[in-house]
């Protein structure tokens, strides 16, 4: 099946510093991921919908400018968190949308696990 | 491995009548599942979430599901199917262990809700 990746699996930074997530989805193009966070025993909350060569569309309450995401090519999207603050400390989740061959499906990356100290 | 079945790639049900959708997971752990709807050109919404106490959950929309713990299932139900109902949906289970959290997701099903 299609494989999407995410990296860093898990990374550590000091408050006040920007990390940035990479999505990839290796074996099929992507026009569109999606980018989710989850705290724990929650639920998945969507953040924002990544479209390659235009802006993100973000959900509401999801402040764009600290959670800053390109979609430069149709296998890769990033998530910069800026200024990271403990309180973004959570579980990131991509997912890659796949048309392609008469299919509509959703690839998910295994996540990436950000601590903020 | 940890794993979620979705043996089902699309359901299809008449409008009134009650639907399911299969979800089996094998995890090492106490799992957490949860179950979320797509609608076209959409992100993922959260339907509703098993972690523990009553083996039947109520979620959102008038969905429900069922923990079976000895047949390791999370099945999606609905008394009476809503055309509205028509999307995809996906089953998740997420394990802490040592340290780290795993979440893995389903496939999805494609349910049909014919007027």
């Known amino acids: 099946g299609a494989v999407v990746s995410q990296h860093p699996s898990r990374v550590i930074c000091k408050s006040g510093t920007s990390v940035k997530i990479e999505c990839r989805s290796l074996d099929f193009q992507a026009t569109t991921m999606f980018w989710y966070r989850q705290f724990p025993k929650q639920s998945l909350m969507l953040m924002a919908t990544?479209?390659?060569?235009?802006?993100?569309?973000?959900e509401q309450g999801v402040e764009k400018d600290k959670f800053l995401i390109n979609h430069a090519s149709l296998t890769l999207s990033t998530l910069t968190v800026t200024s990271a603050h403990p309180e973004d400390s959570s579980f990131y989740i991509c997912?890659?949308?796949?048309?392609?061959?008469?299919?509509?499906?959703?690839?998910f990356g295994p996540g990436t696990r950000l601590t903020v100290l | 491995a940890q794993s979620v079945a979705q043996p089902e790639d699309q359901v299809n049900v008449a409008e009134g009548n009650p639907l399911t959708v299969k979800c089996t997971y094998s995890v090492s752990g106490n799992p957490y599942l949860f179950w979320y709807v797509q609608y076209p050109n959409r992100g993922l919404q959260f339907l509703l979430k098993y972690i523990t106490g009553d083996n039947l959950v109520k979620g959102s929309y008038g969905f429900e599901a069922e923990f079976n713990k000895s047949q390791t299932s999370f099945h999606l139900k609905k008394p009476s199917a809503l055309v509205s109902d028509s999307a995809l949906y996906f089953c998740a289970v997420r394990v802490y262990s040592g340290g780290y959290q795993k979440v893995t997701f389903g496939i999805g099903t494609k349910l049909q809700v014919i007027p």
């Open positions: 990544s479209n390659e060569g235009s802006k993100a569309t973000y």
């Open positions: 997912s890659a949308r796949r048309t392609s061959g008469g299919t509509d499906t959703q690839y």
